[in-house]
T-cell receptor, first 114, second 111 residues
Framework: SQTIHQWPATLVQPVGSPLSLECTVE??????LYWYRQAAGRGLQLLFY??????ISSEVPQNLSASRPQDRQFILSSKKLLLSDSGFYLC?????????????FGEGSWLTVV | GDSVTQMEGPVTLSEEAFLTINCTYT??????LFWYVQYPGEGLQLLLK?????DKGSNKGFEATYRKETTSFHLEKGSVQVSDSAVYFC??????????FGSGTKLNVKP
């Protein structure tokens, strides 16, 4: 069966510090990978989307970036965090190109920028 | 661009009451539609889905029908339980396999 792991689960970082959140998927190959942010009262915002290694689509201009160094690894990064980067970050994956495929989420990472 | 709009919460109901959470969408082409549920402190889980017009998704007593003419996918349950308290997200996926979510509706069910 397929599983998705993301870490760390919680993170408290000062303004201006770097960020690295990691996500890996097991039990499948060539998944579509996603990073979402869930800010309080704003629902889920799609940040990045990837259909393959090195192929990253950015949905929202900001000071975050994403990389996919391996087929089942997706990393969310920032060089300098802002207060507005605080939120709940969710990694997710889906299979193939059929729009009816389900998206599966990790347990999320709570980021607090202080 | 593609988007999903759902009713704002919180929605507070007594146990065994009827539930409706409205969801409408804007999309090019023919998206698939989903409802996800998020229990406190957890990630999102698929509740039900429909992949084409007039399809009805159902699971755990929840139902939603894909209405192309009204671009809607309203979530319903005939008799809610305390254990249904959670945040519910409506979502669509388009031909590029991008998923867009609504803002979420928090449901509180009181005994």
């Amino acid at each position: 069966s397929q599983t998705i792991h993301q870490w760390p689960a919680t993170l408290v970082q000062p303004v201006g510090s770097p960020l690295s959140l990691e996500c890996t998927v097991e039990g499948t190959s060539n998944p579509n990978l996603y990073w979402y942010r869930q800010a309080a009262g704003r629902g889920l915002q799609l940040l990045f989307y990837s259909v393959g290694i090195g192929q990253i689509s950015s949905e929202v201009p900001q000071n975050l970036s994403a990389s996919r160094p391996q087929d089942r690894q997706f990393i969310l990064s920032s060089k300098k965090l802002l207060l507005s980067d605080s939120g709940f970050y969710l990694c997710a994956w889906s299979r193939g190109t059929d729009s009816g495929n389900t998206i599966y989420f990790g347990e999320g990472s709570w980021l607090t920028v202080v | 661009g593609d988007s999903v709009t759902q009713m704002e919460g919180p929605v507070t109901l007594s146990e065994e009451a009827f539930l409706t959470i409205n969801c409408t969408y804007t999309a090019t082409g023919y998206p698939s539609l989903f409802w996800y549920v998020q229990y406190p402190g957890e990630g999102l889980q698929l509740l039900l889905k429909a992949t084409k017009a007039d399809d009805k998704g159902s699971n755990k007593g929840f139902e939603a029908t894909y209405r192309k003419e009204t671009t809607s996918f309203h979530l319903e349950k005939g008799s809610v339980q305390v254990s249904d308290s959670a945040v519910y997200f409506c979502a669509l996926s388009n031909n590029f396999n991008k998923f867009y979510f609504g803002s979420g509706t928090k449901l509180n069910v009181k005994p």
